[in-house]
């Protein structure tokens, strides 16, 4: 995740969406795969403040969106 962050903060990206990491083939659950991916932003964030990445948006496929979203973000 966060090299992904940093290759955006490269490029001069102001925002960025990608899918749940690990999700897919590797068939993590989507709300830990998430969560990891929420702990890898706020890192990234945080050592790099004046990167002009501003919004990161998790994409979430399936039904399941709607319910992982409320565990993972509320």
Known sequence: MI???ETSDENQCKSVALPVL???F???????ASAG???GIEQFATSHPQ????Q????IYGDQHVEISK???F
């Open 3 to 5: 090299k992904c962050l």
């Open 22 to 24: 690990g999700s897919g």
């Open 26 to 32: 590797k068939r993590h659950p989507p709300e830990c």
């Open 37 to 39: 991916m929420l702990k």
């Open 51 to 54: 990167s002009p990445v501003k």
């Open 56 to 59: 990161v948006v998790i994409v």
């Open 71 to 73: 565990v993972v973000f």
